[in-house]
């Protein structure tokens, strides 16, 4: 089969592999019918996940079918279609019992798919844990809009459960990259009393000002000025920071009223720095971690409910076989790109 394989850093290859096999009773394998590239991916290519094994097929953001499953799985089976979560885990260990299933202890548990084993860039999957990692997809759900539930909007999920958001408060979303927009939609589930977005490409600012016209949309240079004047007590109760870089790190804490939740949705390619002299009396509560991918069957809820949306986020479709060509326009952002949708290869190539 195809699988997209990182050869060594800032080196992806197309290459040909073995169609994967199950190696445990708890395993699946599924038919990759549509997948996606993630940030993550990039981080990858270049060199910013140490853990990532050069050889494997990258790629964690995908649904399918079900082709085959061990003798102890028992949640799905041959011919169902399913949302992969992006991360495996066991179910079984202390993080997995507490819901922290990104630090599951078992060697294949956590972020490992497309990571530390072979990923979904391809025309097959295997899957460890499959009753754990995989989701069945209501009827009447279409893989797009499936196709983000495993990650990047697990990931906005995540960061809204945990963010402790309330009716009354002022939230700051800082980043409209795809994973921002997820964490915006699931911000927009909780209701708060104003949500403001912080993003610097006019291009994707003026996407949330179309699709979503009640959120106040600001660049970073008026950020903390339109925070103070749409809240009530110097700055914002809750922000998310999705974008990832020393400014947006910065601005999170900056723009946060005193004893305000700042939770860190983004992956850094570089350490950040608490300034506590500058920070002090402000006594923040941040709350930081990869995401814990364990809402994936309330989401497809609310996806057939719907109540969330992702399907405008794909903005552009190549097959598979023309991943190089579909990660240039990511990764360099170009033709507006918010997200791209990787399609099987025609059958007989």
């Known amino acids: 089969m195809l699988a997209y394989t990182y050869v060594e850093g800032g080196r992806f290859e197309m290459k040909e592999k073995p169609r994967p096999r199950l190696q445990s009773s708890r395993d ?15 981080h990858i290519k270049h060199g910013s996940v140490p853990r990532a094994v050069p050889g494997i097929t990258v790629g964690h953001e995908m649904v ?29 260990c202390f993080f997995c019992r507490k819901g922290y299933v990104n630090n599951c202890t078992d060697p294949d548990g956590g972020w490992a798919l497309g990571c530390r084993i072979d990923g979904g860039q391809a025309e097959y999957v295997r899957v460890p844990f499959a009753d754990s990692g995989l989701s069945l997809i209501p009827e009447g759900v279409s893989d797009e809009q499936a196709l983000f539930v495993g990650d990047v909007l697990a990931t906005g999920f995540w960061a809204a459960r945990i ?36 993003e610097k490409s006019p291009e994707r600012a003026d996407f949330i000002r179309l699709h979503y016209p009640d959120v106040i949309v600001t660049e970073p240079a008026a950020c903390l000025e339109t925070v103070r004047a749409n809240s009530l007590h110097g700055g914002a109760d809750v922000v998310l920071e999705v974008a990832g870089s020393d400014d947006s790190f910065r601005l999170a804490w900056e723009c946060a009223r005193p004893n305000a939740i700042v939770t860190i949705v983004a992956l850094y390619d570089r350490p950040q720095v608490l300034p506590l002299p500058q920070m002090y009396g402000k006594n923040l509560t941040f709350k930081t ?17 719907g109540r969330i949306d992702t399907t405008p986020l794909i903005t552009h479709r190549f097959p598979l076989d023309r991943i190089e060509e579909a990660y240039n326009v990511f990764e360099n952002r170009l033709d507006g790109v918010i997200k791209i949708a990787v399609e099987p290869v025609e059958c007989g190539r």
């Open 163 to 198: 963010s402790e958001i309330s009716h009354e408060d002022t939230v700051l979303v800082i980043g409209a990259g795809p994973t921002g927009i997820c964490t915006l939609l699931c911000v927009m589930l909780k209701c708060p009393k104003k949500i403001i977005v912080c």
């Open 289 to 305: 971690g990869g995401v814990d991918g364990c809402d994936c069957d309330e989401i497809l809820k609310l996806i057939a409910d």
């Open 28 to 42: 699946a394998v599924v038919r990759v019918t549509l997948g996606s590239i993630c940030t993550s991916d990039l």
């Open 64 to 92: 399918g079918v079900v082709e085959e499953v061990g003798s102890e799985v028992v949640g799905v089976r041959p011919g169902d279609r399913v949302a992969v979560n992006v991360e495996t885990f066991c179910g079984k």
